[in-house]
C-alpha cells in the first residue's frame, strides 16, 4: 500500500476579506475501489478561546469545518484518473473562526489531494472552484460547500451598500 503524507494551506486576501485554512492528510492508496475517510483528528484543542488564535479542529466539534472537509475530499476522489481505492485519514486541520469556513477548508483538503494525485480537473474547473471560494464569505458562516456542484448551501447573507458581490 502506498502512503503519501500531503498538506495544503489556503492563506490569502481577497477582496478585502481574509481566506484560510490548512489541512494534513495521509493518502493511501488501496485496492478497495472505494473512498474511506478517516477522521483522526486530536482528542482536544487548545483550551480557551481568543480572537486571532489558532483553532486546531479536535474529535469533538467544529462538525461544519468537517463537512466541508470531507466534501472537498469527495470531490477530489470523483476528480482522480485512477479509481482504484483511497483512503484519506485527516490528521489535522486548523484555521480561524474569523478567517475560515467550511468552504474555504474544504478546498484545502481538495488540494491536499488533487495535487499529490494524477486527476483530470480542469482549469476552468479549478477557477470555478477558486471563485466559490472566494465568495463563500457572502454566505452564513455554516453554509457547506458542494465542490462537485459547484455552489455554496446554505443561507446567502444579504447585501450592503458596504459589501459589493
Avoid at 132 to 150: E, G, Q, R, T
Amino acid at each position: 500500500m502506498t502512503e503519501i503524507k500531503s498538506e495544503n494551506i489556503i492563506r490569502k486576501i481577497k477582496n478585502g476579506l481574509p481566506h484560510l485554512g490548512k489541512v494534513n492528510l495521509t493518502l493511501q492508496l488501496t485496492e478497495n475501489s472505494i473512498l474511506e475517510i478517516i477522521e483522526n483528528y486530536p482528542d482536544k484543542t487548545a483550551s480557551g478561546y481568543s480572537q486571532g488564535q489558532i483553532e486546531s479542529i479536535p474529535k469533538e466539534g467544529y462538525n461544519d469545518w468537517k463537512n466541508g472537509i470531507k466534501n472537498g475530499i469527495e470531490y477530489a476522489y470523483e476528480k482522480l484518473t485512477k479509481h482504484k481505492g483511497l483512503k484519506v485519514i485527516i490528521d489535522s486541520a486548523i484555521g480561524l473562526s474569523t478567517d475560515t469556513n467550511p468552504t474555504i477548508i474544504g478546498f484545502a483538503a481538495s488540494r491536499a489531494v488533487l495535487e499529490k494525485l494524477s486527476n483530470c480537473e480542469s482549469k476552468n474547473e479549478l477557477e470555478q472552484l477558486e471563485s466559490l471560494v472566494f465568495s463563500s464569505w457572502d454566505y452564513n458562516h455554516d453554509a457547506i460547500p458542494d465542490f462537485i456542484n459547484k455552489t455554496i448551501i446554505g443561507k446567502k447573507l444579504p447585501t450592503t451598500m458596504y459589501k459589493k458581490t
